[in-house]
């Protein structure tokens, strides 16, 4: 980093230059594998398939994904900074009690099964987890949040459910004798006729 200055004499012409030049080397890789570190954060932030949330103890939204503005139709300059209530007014108040008892225990609350409504009305289920972020004196000034969409599984699920109560109904109402044992000969399980017969 170089600075230049003009020297002048009596009658403010110049005479000469002088020159001063640091070496700046360190502050330059510093900065560049701090923006280095930035761009992958940016990057990974917004591939991970899931919603990601960061907002303050006030129920404002700090920062959002990618996928949480593709998820809820709006752009991060309509959602960053602003508050729940100004934007999703209908629940805000529901989650933010939530929030709440994750920053005041000071501890994560993972596994939350719970249906949203998207953008275009659709009634979706997600897994949320909400981990609370701490400042350097040591308080939770806010909070990370995870949404992940399940719809798809709680549907095959579902439908898992669905096939087993079929083929249980099934199997009961057969006039055959149905029966399951295992390897070693012991029955695991038997339909009504069975019981009946012996």
Not at 79 to 105: R, T
């Amino acid at each position: 980093s170089a600075r230049l200055s003009p020297v002048f004499d009596k009658e403010y012409q110049v005479v000469s230059v002088l020159g001063l030049s640091i070496d700046i080397t360190e502050r330059k890789r510093f900065q560049e594998s701090l923006k280095k570190q930035r761009d992958e954060f940016e990057t990974i932030f917004n591939l991970v398939p899931a919603q990601i949330w960061y907002k303050d103890n006030h129920n404002n939204f700090i920062r959002v994904n990618r996928q949480a503005c593709t998820d809820i139709g709006m752009t991060n300059d309509k959602i960053e900074g602003h508050s729940a209530e100004e934007l999703f007014p209908s629940f805000a108040q529901q989650y933010f009690k939530d929030d709440l008892e994750v920053l005041n225990a000071r501890k994560p609350k993972l596994g939350i099964i719970e249906q949203v409504n998207t953008a275009s009305g659709e009634i979706r289920w997600v897994h949320t987890d909400k981990i609370p972020v701490f400042g350097n004196d040591g308080k939770a000034n806010g909070l990370i949040v995870v949404v992940q969409d399940i719809t798809e599984r709680k549907r095959s699920e579902e439908a898992l459910r669905n096939s087993e109560v079929r083929l249980r109904t099934l199997v009961q109402t057969i006039p055959d004798l149905i029966w399951l044992k295992d390897v070693n000969g012991v029955y695991l399980s038997c339909n009504k006729m069975f019981e009946r017969f012996f």
